[in-house]
DNA sequence: ATGGCTAGCCCGGCTAGA
């Protein structure tokens, strides 16, 4: 399909089943060429599918029973799709969804150029020096891995998801209380680094290096309300991708309201040369 | 300092999230 622009949301629903009202109006309200899931909570049969496909969608997805699971959303037919790393590690959690699409460019009729979405949820890694810290630590390396095996810098790739870091002190309301706390520890901050180093342009803190951007509120202490939050839900692009970056926002709105989601949906919009 | 909300699982109190 020949397209002017592309925009790409991510959105981490805290179960797909609990958000369904919430995403299908979404997807009518801001038609996403691609929306990318994290925490679905539940196995691949219990995801709405019907309920996507009458919305004008198809969606690609990775589940699990009760825990993690991805997907991405498109009204395109991707000519790929990976589940996981398939880097030999024993590691069912389902975290990591990639889907390459060909797409039109304006005015090159016979140029398709691959686009390949990955919807990523990186484990939240509980406390710091626990077994979930170094599997967090360890998948990063892993994603690492699998950018460099599969892709080039110079692909447009777009790397989303909720990364469960918070990559700079300003990316938190109280960098001092959260001082090397679970999401902004030296370590876990090397590690998103050494996933960026690749080659990925954080398109939101490239166009606005001085607004917060927070993404995630605690559900307790009514956070939200106190604006006490983190953005830790990122939208990356490869260069020849970011440098299409228009506009990246963060849809608060869908954390207010009746039964929201801790994350609210982060949207980036490309114009296509 | 701790627990504070929410969701899944399977039916009440765990685990997990961030």
Redesign the pocket.
């Known amino acids: 399909m020949t397209k002017k622009s592309i925009k790409i949301a991510t959105w981490?629903v805290?179960?797909?089943?609990?958000?369904l009202d919430r995403m299908l109006a979404f997807l009518e309200r801001e038609t996403p060429d691609f929306l990318c899931l994290?925490?679905l909570?539940?196995?691949d049969e219990?995801f709405p599918m019907e309920a996507v496909i009458a919305a004008g969608y198809r969606a690609e997805i990775f589940g699990q029973?009760?825990?993690?699971g991805v997907a991405i959303l498109s009204k395109m037919n991707p000519v790929s799709v990976t589940r996981n790393f398939g880097d030999g590690v024993d590691d069912a959690a389902a975290r990591f969804l990639a889907a390459t699409y060909e797409v039109d460019l304006e005015g090159k009729p016979q140029s398709k150029i691959p686009l390949t979405i990955m919807s990523s949820?990186?484990?939240?890694?509980?406390?710091i020096g626990s077994e979930?810290y170094i599997y967090k630590l360890e998948w990063f390396q892993r994603l690492r891995k699998y950018l460099d095996t599969h892709h080039r810098p110079d692909d447009l790739v777009a790397l989303v998801g909720?990364f469960?870091v918070a990559p700079n002190d300003i990316d938190v309301y109280d960098p001092a209380a959260w001082r090397d706390h679970?999401?902004t520890s030296i370590k876990e901050r090397q590690g998103l680094r050494q996933v960026v180093n690749f080659g990925l342009v954080d398109t939101f803190r490239h166009l606005y290096p001085d607004e917060p951007g927070y993404s995630?509120w605690?559900?307790?202490?009514?956070s939200f309300l106190q604006n006490k939050g983190?953005r830790?839900d990122l939208i990356y692009a490869t260069p020849p991708l970011a440098e299409l970056c228009r506009e990246v926002r963060v849809d608060r709105n869908e954390r207010k309201g009746e039964?929201?989601?801790?994350?609210a949906p982060v949207i980036a919009s490309f114009e296509l040369p």
């Open positions: 981490n805290n179960s797909v089943g609990q958000r994290q925490e909570k539940g196995a219990k029973k009760a825990y993690n949820y990186i484990p939240n890694g509980q406390s979930k909720d469960n679970i999401h995630w605690d559900y307790r202490q009514m983190l830790i039964k929201p989601s801790d994350h």
